[in-house]
């Protein structure tokens, strides 16, 4: 198991408070029933936090220009026909993947191509369930243009998660599977594909990122 690097600065400052806090536990009462029971309740708090960053080691033994591979870790909460309004302005299938905060945090490429379209937005910090945590939480849009076709993924924050990272830029050429960015504690995940998509997932099934396929190409 590998902790992203993302996770490095988080996991230092917890580090650095769980020994002063344990520290000052130690002035005021020694090596005592409190100290020992702070004791543990600091190591479990600091693995619950490297849990947050672990990034498994999930590499694609082929990629498939069929295939739109799953980018996040998490559950599936919604599937149904929309309108996408900020780049494709048609209808889609939209399928959202929810990431509880024991979920990988890592977002991966869906499909190998290249990044035809990206933008911040800033927005509110609505649950990541909320119908409208898609247009009016903030997001970053990514869209990637394959040879099959183009879709739309959308990085969301949510109530807990206040810190979207992204790694890709306008042009840039990508490989289904490679890491596209990272969301800490938690959030939300959507894709907006095209009508014809043929999905492989049903709602609240339980995905992983470069495990489970989401759609395939018509």
Request: net charge positive.
């Amino acid at each position: 198991m590998y902790i992203h690097k993302e996770g490095y600065p988080t996991i230092a400052v917890i580090f650095i408070f769980c020994a002063l806090v344990m520290g000052l536990v130690y002035y005021f009462s020694g090596l005592g029933l409190f100290f020992w029971s702070m004791l543990l309740l600091a190591i479990c708090f600091f693995i619950f936090i490297l849990s947050f960053f672990r990034n498994p080691k999930r590499t694609l033994d082929h990629t498939d220009p069929n295939t739109i591979i799953c980018p996040a870790d998490g559950k599936v909460v919604v599937i149904e026909e929309t309108y996408e309004p900020e780049f494709l302005k048609e209808k889609c299938i939209q399928v959202s993947i929810f990431m509880s905060p024991l979920n990988v945090h890592v977002n991966r490429n869906p499909v190998s191509g290249t990044v035809k379209y990206e933008k911040y937005h800033k927005g509110k910090y609505l649950v990541a369930w909320h119908p409208k945590s898609s247009t009016d939480n903030e997001r970053h849009t990514t869209v990637y243009a394959s040879e099959k076709g183009t879709i739309l993924m959308r990085q969301i924050a949510g109530a807990l998660a206040r810190r979207i990272v992204h790694y890709l830029d306008a042009g840039h050429e990508v490989t289904q599977g490679g890491t596209m960015g990272f969301i800490k504690f938690g959030s939300r995940v959507d894709l907006f594909l095209p009508l014809d998509s043929k999905i492989k997932v049903t709602k609240d099934q339980v995905v992983r990122g470069n495990v489970d396929v989401i759609a395939q190409f018509s």
